[in-house]
Every structure is written in structure tokens, then in C-alpha cells.
């Protein structure tokens, strides 16, 4: 009798166990995720930061639209992984399958009968899960979604974007026109934008018809060039008639250069652009034609790798040269995030035509060299290129994720946190077999 009656008993306590097991389990990852987004708050490091000081900017800060707030989890991961630079990419890739495959290895499971049916339904799980990365992935570089503008409190500061493209270079975006070149930056907070195709000037062109009549009212295309001199590439800016003499295919020949400045034409303004290399690099002086500034910050994939790995030595070009910090996006009509933004303080600005202003903005770099501009750049982390750096890149570009969230997005965060977790637990579950 003592035995057919505690047997239920045990039974049942099991069973209440199992269910509160099961309970907890389920809110394992909105209570961690509610940890992190509420610690990240406080501990977090910040969106923004100066590639010179690495501190926070004083008067600039991201802000985003009620169309990205509605999605906000899913743009706020989609614009992380467009900061990465290839390595981390990888890493982050190598990360995800490993974790993939330690969790179909240790999880619960019913078994299958059959060892080709298991493997038939891990094979298939896996396909599934990786075409959704690819997708996922996809959709980060060629699908419509809203960006983070950068906005500055001064009004005379501009932010302009120094290096850019459409579908006028070789490696542009098929259908990537000089207006989606223009909705883009004035998406991501630029005010004037440097249509810098290969070779050619046929994307500001096509543009400069749709400038407005003042630059205060809208983002305007300015000229530019992207050529070789001196054996580096440059993004060369200024007016066609300037610089067409002196092109020689892929090439600018110093020589002509020189003649034309003799000539009365306005001295060459040439930014040094990255991916490339540092080495013999000739800066203007008041006799020479060469640089007068560099890029410190190119969000192209191999343009974020060596901006981070070679930061301190690009700094060091800068300031042993006089050279001008600026931030390219280097963009081919690919991505919707913004990594860097070049700020110049120039009083009067908005009221210019855009001829002015890009003669303005040359006057400043020519004048004030290395005091010219401020550079404000989304803040990724790059412990470096070794292996246990590397390892560490998911759980490290995270932790940034969300200590760059703003107040909205916190909210946003929690609501589709909880929201899924909730629609999770309303769902039916298979009833448990009673206790007999």
C-alpha cells in the first residue's frame, strides 16, 4: 500500500518540476537580454568617438527616425556587421558555426530512427540555417532600410563625406545614380558629398543639375576625382577643367599640374585615399604639389582593416606632414550604414552655392592642413588580428552593439524582447503523458 501510493506522488512532484525547469529555461534569453541592454546603459562604451583622442565627441551624436526605432534589434545588428572589417567577419562567422554545431550536438532530442534519417535532418537543419545567414547577410548590403544620422549642434559646422561613388565607376552598383548617391549621405546626416567616380566626373554631372541653390538646403554633390599621383590613388577635388589636361589614363601627371598652376589655374587639392600604402608620400608645400590630406577613416571592407590596424601610423603621417584628417565612405551604392563623418567649421556655410562651397571647403584644407577638419566615427572595437583577438569579436562587437543604443532603442530592445518571449509561451505545447 506504502509503495502504490508515494509512486504517484513522486510521479507528480516530477512532473511540476519538469514544467518549472521548462518555464525557466524559456526565460533564459529575455532575462539576459534584459540584462545586457539595461548593464550596457550604464557600463557601456559609447557610439561615437575621435580617431585622435578615441573620446567621445563634444556636440555630435547619432539619431535615428521613427522607421528605424520600429525595427530597431534588427538595423542596430545589420549596422554592426557593416562596420566589420573582413577578418571579423570571418570570426564571426567561424563563431556562429561553432555554436551551431555544439548546440545540435548537446541538445535534446528525440531520436530518429536510423542513422541516414538523423543525418538527413541535421543536414537539412543546417542548410536551412545557413541559407538564412545568407539572406540575412544579403539583405544588410543591398536591401532598403533607414540609417543613423550623425547630427552636430554647431551651425557652422558642415559634414561633409570626402570620397563616394555611383554607377559612373567601373565598380559601382549597377543603377546606383547620382540621386541614390545623394539620398544616402542625406540619410546618414552629410551635408556636402565629394562624387568621386574613377576617371571619370560623369556621376556629379548627372547630379550637380539637382543640387540646391544654396547648400543649407538639401546635400549637395560636390566634384571630385579618383586618380592615381605620385603612384598612390587620390580623391582630387575641384572642377574637371582643373585636372582634365593633366589625365593620362588611370594617372595625373605632375608635370602638367605644375604648368597649370602656373598658368593661374587654383593649386591641385588632393586627399590621400586608403586602402593603400604610406610610404613616400609628397605633401604640399608652397613650392610643390602633393597632399593635403588623408583619410584616417575608409568604410570600405579592406578600407576599415587598415584605418584600424594602421591608425596610429596614419596619425603619425598627419601630424609629421600637416596632412588634414577625413572620412570616406567609400561607398559603391552598397550597405546602409555610415562608419565616419568629416566635420569643418565653416561660418556662412548654408547660405553658399555649392561652387562656393566646395571652394571653400579647399581653401580651409589648403590653409589650416592638419587644424582643417574633425573626424567623428562609429566606435567598433579591433583588439587586433590574432587568433584569440579574433575568437573574441562576437562577444566583443555585442557588448558595443548595445552600450551605443540610444534611450528609444533600449525601449524598443525590451518591448521586442519581451513581445517574442510572451508569443513563445502563449504557444500549445504537447501534453505531458499523467502519472499512472
Given at each position: 500500500?506504502?509503495?502504490?501510493?508515494?509512486?504517484?506522488?513522486?510521479?507528480?512532484?516530477?512532473?511540476?518540476?519538469?514544467?518549472?525547469?521548462?518555464?525557466?529555461?524559456?526565460?533564459?534569453?529575455?532575462?539576459?537580454?534584459?540584462?545586457?541592454?539595461?548593464l550596457?546603459?550604464?557600463?557601456?562604451?559609447?557610439?561615437?568617438?575621435?580617431?585622435?583622442?578615441?573620446?567621445?565627441?563634444?556636440?555630435?551624436?547619432?539619431?535615428?527616425?521613427?522607421?528605424?526605432l520600429?525595427?530597431?534589434?534588427?538595423?542596430?545588428?545589420?549596422?554592426?556587421?557593416?562596420?566589420?572589417?573582413?577578418?571579423?567577419?570571418?570570426?564571426?562567422?567561424?563563431?556562429?558555426?561553432?555554436?551551431?554545431?555544439?548546440?545540435?550536438?548537446?541538445?535534446?532530442?528525440?531520436?530518429?530512427?536510423?542513422?541516414?534519417?538523423?543525418?538527413?535532418?541535421?543536414?537539412?537543419?543546417?542548410?536551412?540555417?545557413?541559407?538564412?545567414?545568407?539572406?540575412?547577410?544579403?539583405f544588410?548590403i543591398?536591401g532598403?532600410?533607414?540609417?543613423a544620422?550623425?547630427?552636430?549642434?554647431?551651425?557652422?559646422?558642415?559634414?561633409?563625406?570626402?570620397?563616394?561613388?555611383?554607377?559612373?565607376?567601373?565598380?559601382?552598383?549597377?543603377?546606383?545614380?547620382?540621386?541614390?548617391?545623394?539620398?544616402?549621405?542625406?540619410?546618414?546626416?552629410?551635408?556636402?558629398?565629394?562624387?568621386?567616380?574613377?576617371?571619370?566626373?560623369?556621376?556629379?554631372?548627372?547630379?550637380?543639375?539637382?543640387?540646391?541653390?544654396?547648400?543649407g538646403?538639401?546635400?549637395?554633390?560636390?566634384?571630385?576625382?579618383?586618380?592615381?599621383?605620385?603612384?598612390?590613388?587620390?580623391?582630387?577635388?575641384?572642377?574637371?577643367?582643373?585636372?582634365?589636361?593633366?589625365?593620362?589614363?588611370?594617372?595625373?601627371?605632375a608635370?602638367?599640374?605644375?604648368?597649370?598652376?602656373?598658368?593661374?589655374?587654383?593649386?591641385?587639392?588632393?586627399?590621400?585615399?586608403?586602402?593603400?600604402?604610406?610610404?613616400?608620400?609628397?605633401a604640399?608645400?608652397?613650392?610643390?604639389?602633393?597632399?593635403?590630406?588623408?583619410?584616417?577613416?575608409?568604410?570600405?571592407?579592406?578600407?576599415?582593416?587598415?584605418?584600424?590596424?594602421d591608425?596610429a601610423?596614419?596619425?603619425?603621417?598627419?601630424?609629421?606632414?600637416?596632412?588634414?584628417?577625413?572620412?570616406?565612405?567609400?561607398?559603391?551604392?552598397?550597405?546602409?550604414?555610415?562608419?565616419?563623418?568629416?566635420?569643418?567649421?565653416?561660418?556662412?556655410?548654408?547660405?553658399?552655392?555649392?561652387?562656393?562651397?566646395?571652394?571653400?571647403?579647399?581653401?580651409?584644407?589648403?590653409?589650416?592642413?592638419?587644424?582643417?577638419?574633425?573626424?567623428?566615427?562609429?566606435?567598433?572595437?579591433?583588439?587586433?588580428?590574432?587568433?584569440?583577438?579574433?575568437?573574441?569579436?562576437?562577444?566583443v562587437?555585442?557588448?558595443?552593439?548595445?552600450?551605443?543604443?540610444?534611450?528609444?532603442?533600449?525601449?524598443?530592445?525590451?518591448?521586442?524582447?519581451?513581445?517574442?518571449?510572451?508569443?513563445?509561451?502563449?504557444?500549445?505545447?504537447?501534453?505531458?503523458?499523467?502519472?499512472?
Open positions: 500500500m506504502i509503495t502504490q501510493t508515494r509512486a504517484p506522488l513522486r510521479t507528480a512532484s516530477g512532473a511540476r518540476a519538469a514544467i518549472l525547469v521548462d518555464r525557466l529555461r524559456a526565460l533564459f534569453w529575455p532575462l539576459a537580454i534584459t540584462a545586457v541592454v539595461l550596457s546603459a550604464l557600463f557601456g562604451p559609447a557610439a561615437l568617438r575621435e580617431p585622435v583622442r578615441g573620446a567621445m565627441p563634444v556636440g555630435a551624436r547619432l539619431e535615428v527616425g521613427g522607421d528605424y520600429v525595427l530597431a534589434p534588427l538595423y542596430a545588428i545589420l549596422d554592426t556587421l557593416s562596420l566589420l572589417t573582413l577578418d571579423q567577419h570571418y570570426a564571426v562567422l567561424a563563431t556562429l558555426i561553432l555554436a551551431f554545431v555544439l548546440w545540435r550536438a548537446l541538445r535534446r532530442r528525440r531520436r530518429t530512427r536510423g542513422w541516414r534519417r538523423r543525418a538527413a535532418v541535421e543536414l537539412g537543419f543546417a542548410a536551412a540555417c545557413l541559407l538564412g545567414l545568407v539572406a540575412f547577410y544579403a544588410g543591398i532598403p532600410r533607414p540609417m544620422a550623425l547630427v552636430v549642434d554647431d551651425p557652422s559646422a558642415i559634414i561633409v563625406d570626402f570620397h563616394s561613388h555611383t554607377d559612373h565607376s567601373h565598380d559601382g552598383r549597377a543603377g546606383f545614380d547620382a540621386e541614390d548617391n545623394r539620398e544616402w549621405h542625406a540619410s546618414a546626416g552629410f551635408h556636402g558629398v565629394y562624387v568621386s567616380d574613377h576617371r571619370t566626373y560623369g556621376g556629379y554631372a548627372e547630379g550637380a543639375a539637382g543640387n540646391p541653390e544654396r547648400a538646403e538639401g546635400t549637395v554633390l560636390l566634384p571630385a576625382l579618383e586618380i592615381k599621383f605620385a603612384g598612390k590613388y587620390a580623391s582630387v577635388l575641384g572642377s574637371a577643367w582643373r585636372y582634365r589636361a593633366a589625365m593620362d589614363g588611370n594617372h595625373l601627371i608635370d602638367s599640374l605644375y604648368r597649370a598652376v602656373a598658368a593661374g589655374a587654383p593649386r591641385p587639392t588632393l586627399v590621400l585615399t586608403i586602402p593603400g600604402g604610406l610610404d613616400d608620400i609628397p604640399a608645400t608652397p613650392d610643390s604639389i602633393g597632399y593635403v590630406a588623408v583619410e584616417v577613416s575608409d568604410a570600405s571592407p579592406r578600407g576599415l582593416e587598415q584605418s584600424r590596424r591608425r601610423r596614419i596619425l603619425a603621417l598627419a601630424d609629421s606632414l600637416d596632412l588634414a584628417l577625413v572620412a570616406s565612405s567609400n561607398n559603391h551604392g552598397w550597405g546602409r550604414t555610415a562608419a565616419a563623418w568629416t566635420v569643418l567649421t565653416i561660418p556662412g556655410w548654408r547660405a553658399m552655392t555649392p561652387q562656393r562651397l566646395s571652394t571653400a571647403i579647399e581653401r580651409k584644407l589648403h590653409a589650416e592642413r592638419r587644424g582643417a577638419t574633425r573626424v567623428v566615427e562609429r566606435r567598433i572595437p579591433y583588439p587586433g588580428a590574432t587568433p584569440l583577438a579574433l575568437a573574441l569579436t562576437l562577444p562587437i555585442t557588448w558595443q552593439m548595445f552600450g551605443g543604443l540610444g534611450g528609444a532603442e533600449r525601449a524598443v530592445w525590451l518591448l521586442w524582447t519581451w513581445g517574442i518571449a510572451l508569443g513563445v509561451a502563449l504557444l500549445p505545447r504537447p501534453r505531458r503523458p499523467r502519472a499512472t
